[in-house]
């Protein structure tokens, strides 16, 4: 179901510190999850992502961890930096159609 | 790099006008998205486009519709502005293909508009 809150779940971390934003998924036969990221004033943009039949999948600094029995879906920030301070959204793909969903984000804040 | 430029970036319109938000990709990408974002509630997909002339509703199609008349441009229309419809609007294309292709979407600038 869709989330009604008004207020973005919020994550603080230390510089230098690992990140890790969760997610849960709702369609059991997405094809891809996806992690974007939107900086203030500016669109989403696209961190990574994982096809359903993979269960990890690393990038620069980045690691994303799918778990499909719980319907869990994580991104893990290595060394955390004031630039990583944004939004970050994960989105699902469903099988056959082009369209992509978003979940309702969570907003990190680094610390320095 | 890939660019998606949508015509404005603030926008405030009356009730009951008839509103055009446009976007222009560069990357010849076959699908084209509009989505709205509002606070707690994520983006949500009003409308897309996997082709020329070809639209399919998104999850909230209701006060909207959409117009692909080429394949670089992507128009939203609202065709009386209402309230709630104030929101930020963001454009997005991605090109067709497996994998990665199908996923990385290239967002716009977004507009925010504000219906009074």
């Known amino acids: 179901g869709e989330s009604v809150g008004l207020h973005l779940p919020t994550l603080s971390v230390q510089e230098g510190d690992n990140s890790i934003i969760n997610c849960a998924y709702s369609?059991?036969?997405?094809?891809?999850f996806i992690w974007y990221k939107q900086e203030s004033g500016k669109g989403p943009q696209f961190i990574i992502d994982i096809r359903s039949n993979m269960d990890k999948r690393q990038g620069q600094r980045v690691t994303v961890l799918l778990n499909k029995t719980v319907k869990h879906l994580s991104l893990q920030i290595a060394a955390t930096q004031p630039g990583d301070s944004a939004v970050y959204f994960c989105a699902e793909k469903g099988g056959g159609y082009q369209k992509v969903t978003f979940g309702t984000g969570t907003k990190l804040q680094v610390i320095p | 790099d890939v660019k998606v430029t949508q015509s404005s970036r603030y926008l405030v319109k009356r009730t009951g006008e008839k509103v055009f938000l446009e976007c222009v990709q560069d990357?010849?990408?076959?699908?084209m998205f509009w989505y709205r974002q509002d606070p707690g509630l994520g983006l949500r997909l009003i409308y897309f486009?996997?082709?020329?002339?070809?639209?399919e509703k998104g999850d909230i199609p209701e006060g909207y519709s959409v117009s692909r008349e080429k394949k670089e441009r992507f128009s939203l229309i609202l065709e009386s502005a209402s309230t709630n419809q104030t929101s930020m609007y963001l454009c997005?294309?991605?090109?067709?293909?497996?994998?990665?292709?199908?996923?990385?979407?290239?967002f716009g600038q977004g507009t925010r508009l504000t219906v009074v």
């Open positions: 486009s996997y082709d020329v002339k070809m639209k």
């Open positions: 990357m010849d990408h076959e699908n």
């Open positions: 369609n059991s036969a997405s094809d891809y």
């Open positions: 997005a294309s991605s090109p067709l293909g497996e994998g990665t292709a199908e996923t990385e979407a290239f």
